[in-house]
């Protein structure tokens, strides 16, 4: 165990150093158009391709110009997404994503609550969102929906961004929402009753990992669903929900 610390803070301090030391070979932002330096030509950090704008960007959507999907935008291909597995749920593809994502959650581990992951590593922290999925008793046949959300999303987008790793952000991004947070009510207190809501940050490498589980569960159905392209989804715009009312979903909560 000590060995162990102190080799993380040694290489942490050897980071640390090295960020210090601006190199001039990094002058310019990979993105068109951005007139600042990439983060290894300043004292701001070692990406050698973005700007800290650029690189905050891509972190939380995937690419460093490309914002993410709002709900209202992805929410009638997600109801869309919905409808089409209900019609299908006999099909073996669709049975086989729903099998995985249930995988998934078994294979989880112990729930925990949001404000006891700090300090874990991205990959747990993604293992973690799938218990609270399974704690919250989310159905499967949600998560398989977001990803042919997505893919349906990009496909009729003509400014879409078609890479493997936006995609991914996409989709988890709207896991993790569904996974949501953790809320504690205390009726009795100094004060009167006092609330507790965390949120786990939607950004970095836990989205990737989060992003590769759905992607790993529902690609080879959206590979082998001929009739998904004629999903209804202007029928699905006139609602406003993403899912079916007969569906469970958990709600987000608000604080006060």
Same mark, same amino acid.
Request: hydrophobic share 35%.
């Given at each position: 165990m000590t060995k162990s610390w102190t080799r993380r803070r040694h290489r942490k301090e050897n980071v640390k150093g090295r960020a210090a030391e601006p190199s001039h070979m990094f002058k310019n932002c990979r993105v068109v158009g951005c007139k600042h330096p990439a983060r290894a030509g300043t004292q701001d950090g070692l990406d050698t391709r973005f700007c800290r704008s650029h690189a905050d960007h891509y972190a939380r959507h995937g690419s460093p110009y490309k914002r993410s999907y709002s709900a209202a935008e992805i929410n009638p291909y997600r109801r869309a997404a919905v409808e089409w597995l209900l019609a299908n749920k006999s099909d073996r593809w669709v049975a086989n994503?729903?099998? =995985?994502?249930?995988?998934?959650?078994?294979?989880?581990? @112990?729930?925990?609550?949001?404000? =006891?992951? &700090?300090?874990? @590593? @991205? &990959?747990? =922290?993604?293992?973690?969102?799938?218990? &609270?999925? =399974?704690?919250? $008793?989310? $159905?499967?046949?949600?998560?398989?929906?977001?990803?042919?959300?997505?893919e349906m999303m990009v496909r009729d987008d003509i400014q879409g961004v078609d890479t493997v790793e936006f995609k991914r952000v996409q989709a988890a991004k709207v896991v993790h929402r569904l996974a949501s947070g953790t809320h504690k009510r205390w009726a009795q207190g100094v004060g009167g009753a006092k609330e507790l809501h965390v949120y786990p940050a939607s950004r970095g490498n836990v989205l990737r990992y989060i992003g590769k589980d759905v992607q790993g569960a529902a690609e080879l159905l959206y590979a082998n669903a001929k009739d998904l392209p004629t999903a209804n989804i202007e029928k699905a715009n006139a609602s406003a929900r993403p899912t079916p009312r007969r569906i469970k979903v958990r709600r987000r909560q608000r604080k006060g």
């Amino acid at each position: 165990m000590t060995k162990s610390w102190t080799r993380r803070r040694h290489r942490k301090e050897n980071v640390k150093g090295r960020a210090a030391e601006p190199s001039h070979m990094f002058k310019n932002c990979r993105v068109v158009g951005c007139k600042h330096p990439a983060r290894a030509g300043t004292q701001d950090g070692l990406d050698t391709r973005f700007c800290r704008s650029h690189a905050d960007h891509y972190a939380r959507h995937g690419s460093p110009y490309k914002r993410s999907y709002s709900a209202a935008e992805i929410n009638p291909y997600r109801r869309a997404a919905v409808e089409w597995l209900l019609a299908n749920k006999s099909d073996r593809w669709v049975a086989n994503s729903i099998q =995985r994502v249930a995988t998934l959650y078994t294979n989880a581990g @112990p729930h925990e609550e949001a404000f =006891r992951l &700090r300090g874990l @590593p @991205p &990959r747990e =922290r993604a293992t973690k969102a799938w218990a &609270r999925l =399974r704690k919250h $008793d989310i $159905d499967p046949l949600l998560v398989v929906s977001v990803w042919l959300a997505v893919e349906m999303m990009v496909r009729d987008d003509i400014q879409g961004v078609d890479t493997v790793e936006f995609k991914r952000v996409q989709a988890a991004k709207v896991v993790h929402r569904l996974a949501s947070g953790t809320h504690k009510r205390w009726a009795q207190g100094v004060g009167g009753a006092k609330e507790l809501h965390v949120y786990p940050a939607s950004r970095g490498n836990v989205l990737r990992y989060i992003g590769k589980d759905v992607q790993g569960a529902a690609e080879l159905l959206y590979a082998n669903a001929k009739d998904l392209p004629t999903a209804n989804i202007e029928k699905a715009n006139a609602s406003a929900r993403p899912t079916p009312r007969r569906i469970k979903v958990r709600r987000r909560q608000r604080k006060g």
